[in-house]
């Protein structure tokens, strides 16, 4: 498999959508390990495929409870209200304040294709919706209020 990299900043392959995944085979296993292994390696707690420059809807996530592998996730509840700072290895350097949900329900495929079903609080439920934000092409960036993203990108066009 090739080497891969943590796609940074404004890679244009970040802001695509990724696609579903109809089967889980070999290469997706590979796949899952290779993320897993730059994921600890970056000392980050998530990591989606597109972040790797992959367009499948693929993440992993490890928040010390051993990691999660999922193919296709899908919200099917919120509740309740967070709000918290979060990074991103695509924008190392960055922390944005993110409004989630405080739990949620995800229902997805493991790395065998068997469907799983996931409850998740907190941290979890957090870093669940921002790798799945990933698969739709949306960053921790899109949170800022408007003023604070013109702003940036006025800074990025200054020191660019």
Known sequence: MQKLEVCKKNNPILRKRSQKLPVVGEPE????????????????????????????????????QGPLRLVNPQILKKQGRSLMKEGCLSLPGVEVEVRRAKSIVVVAQDDWGKEVKIIADDLLARALQHEIDHLKGVLILDYLPWYKQVLLKIKKFKWS
């Open 29 to 64: 296993r590979a796949l899952f390990e290779n993320m897993l292994r730059i994921m600890h390696q970056e000392k980050g707690i998530g990591l989606a495929a597109p972040q790797v420059g992959i367009l499948k809807q693929m993440l992993v996530i490890d928040i010390g």
